[in-house]
C-alpha cells in the first residue's frame, strides 16, 4: 500500500514552545526545523510511503522540505493542527482520491524508515488506526485507508480520543522511533539514546541540557546518528 503522509508545522518562531528551557530562544526554532527535516527525510525514505505533504506557513521551513522531496501545502491560519489535518487529508485525495493517507507529527528525530514501515504494514489491516506516543499519552501517527476519512483529535492527551472515535491502536511491532516524540529536553535526550538523523545531531550538541539537569552545568551525550535508511 502506498501511503501518503500529512506532516503538520507550525511556523517555527511558536514551534516546540515546551523546548525554551532546554534549547533556549535562539536554538529552539533550528531544533523544530531539524526535527522535521529528519522526520520527513526518514518519511520519504520508508518502502511504502508514496509521498508526503506538509502542512505549514513556514517560509523557510518549506523551503527546506519542498528541496527534500515533500510537497508544501499552505496551512489553514489560526484554526490549529486538526483542522491543518483535515485540509491537508484533503488537498492529498483531491489529487490521489482513495489514497490511504496518514497524519505524522513533525517531531520525531529519531524516526527510521523501517519501523514506520512496519506500523503502517499493521494499520492498513483497519478502516481507521494510531500509534500512541512514548508516554501513552498522545498520539504520533493516525491513519485512515481507503473511503474513511482521517477525523484526526490530536493535541494533548490523544490517545484516549482516537480510541474512543473507533480508531484502532497499533501495538504489535516495535516501533520505539515512531512513537518517539519530542515535546521536552527529557524527550530529547531519550530520542538522542535512540539515535536521531543528521539534521538533529548537528544542532544537538549545542544544547545545554537545562530541562534534563536543571543545575545547568551538564551538556547532552554526543549524538548517535542513525546510519541512513537504517
Ligand atoms: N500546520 C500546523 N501544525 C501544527 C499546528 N499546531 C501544532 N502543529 C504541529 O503538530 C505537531 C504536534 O504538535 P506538538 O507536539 O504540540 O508541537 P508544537 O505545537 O510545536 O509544540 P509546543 O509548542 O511545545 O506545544 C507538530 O509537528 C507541530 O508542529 C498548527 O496550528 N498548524
Ligand atoms: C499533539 C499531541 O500532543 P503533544 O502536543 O503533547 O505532542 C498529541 O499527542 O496529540
Known amino acids: 500500500m502506498g501511503w501518503s503522509l500529512v506532516v503538520p508545522l507550525k511556523p517555527l518562531a511558536r514551534a516546540k514552545s515546551r523546548l525554551s528551557r532546554a534549547a533556549g530562544e535562539e536554538f529552539r526554532p533550528r531544533l523544530a526545523l531539524a526535527f ?71 517531531d520525531l528525530p529519531a524516526l527510521r524508515p523501517a519501523e514506520l514501515e512496519l506500523v503502517l504494514h499493521s494499520a492498513s489491516l483497519f478502516p481507521r488506526a494510531f500509534l500512541a506516543d512514548a508516554a501513552d499519552i498522545g498520539t504520533t501517527l493516525l491513519t485512515a485507508t481507503s473511503g474513511r476519512e482521517l477525523e484526526p483529535a490530536f493535541g494533548g492527551a490523544s ?59 551538564k551538556r547532552l551525550p554526543p549524538p548517535q546518528v542513525r546510519a541512513s535508511g537504517a
Not at 511504502?48 to 528541496?67: G, K, M, P
Not at 489535518?85 to 493517507?101: I, K, Q, S, T, W
Request: hydrophobic share 50%.
Open 36 to 106: 522535521a527535516l529528519d522526520t520527513v527525510t526518514a518519511a520519504l525514505a520508508c518502502a511504502n510511503v508514496q509521498d508526503v505533504a506538509v502542512v505549514t506557513d513556514d517560509r523557510l521551513a518549506a523551503e527546506r522540505l519542498a528541496a527534500l522531496g515533500a510537497r508544501i501545502v499552505p496551512d489553514t491560519p489560526a484554526r490549529g493542527l486538526n483542522a491543518a489535518l483535515a485540509h491537508g487529508a484533503g488537498v492529498v485525495r483531491a489529487r490521489r482520491p482513495g489514497a490511504p493517507v496518514a497524519a505524522l507529527n513533525a
Open 159 to 217: 490517545r484516549a480520543r482516537h480510541l474512543a472515535s473507533g480508531a484502532q491502536e497499533i501495538t504489535g511491532p516495535k516501533a520505539p522511533s515512531v512513537r518517539r516524540d519530542v515535546d521536552t529536553g527529557e524527550d530529547l535526550l531519550a530520542a538522542l539514546a535512540l539515535g536521531v538523523g543528521p539534521h538533529t545531531a548537528l544542532q544537538a550538541p549545542r544544547l545545554v541540557a537545562g530541562a534534563a539537569a536543571p543545575e545547568g552545568s
